[in-house]
Nanobody, 125 residues
Framework: QVQLVESGGGLVQAGGSLRLSCAAS????????MGWFRQAPGKEREFVAA????????FYADSVKGRFTISRDNAKNTVYLQMNSLKPEDSAVYYC??????????????????WGQGTQVTVSS
């Protein structure tokens, strides 16, 4: 049984930083990748960032490019999201997800096979 467990969320002032972690257990992924999505109250879940398990290619939403960095530790089956220069509009529940397909459609939430429970990020102004 695959489990994804996020950690690292919290309350931070605008301009501050947080690092989210997502630890995967239950299997080792060798294809596809991991993604981070977020959902604010009253809004749809949106893509934030993604990384492939092989090669480490990274992808970002325009709204976070240059501020967020996604990385992975394959040995630990863990993915990180370093968030810098946080803004109030970054406040949301952040979810990590795992895609185990050959064709990694990283931007689409329905492409992912497994999801974490989410971690709250709140950025105060």
């Amino acid at each position: 049984q695959v489990q994804l467990v996020e950690s690292g969320g919290g309350l931070v002032q605008a301009g501050g930083s947080l690092r989210l972690s997502c630890a995967a257990s239950g299997r080792t992924f060798s294809r596809g990748g991991m993604g981070w999505f977020r959902q604010a109250p009253g809004k749809e879940r949106e893509f934030v960032a993604a990384i492939t398990w092989t090669g480490g290619s990274t992808f970002y939403a325009d709204s976070v490019k240059g501020r967020f960095t996604i990385s992975r530790d394959n040995a630990k089956n863990t993915v990180y999201l370093q968030m810098n220069s946080l803004k109030p509009e970054d406040s949301a529940v952040y979810y990590c997800a795992a895609d185990d397909s050959t064709y990694f459609r990283y931007r689409y939430s329905n492409s992912y096979d497994y999801w974490g429970q989410g971690t709250q990020v709140t950025v105060s102004s």
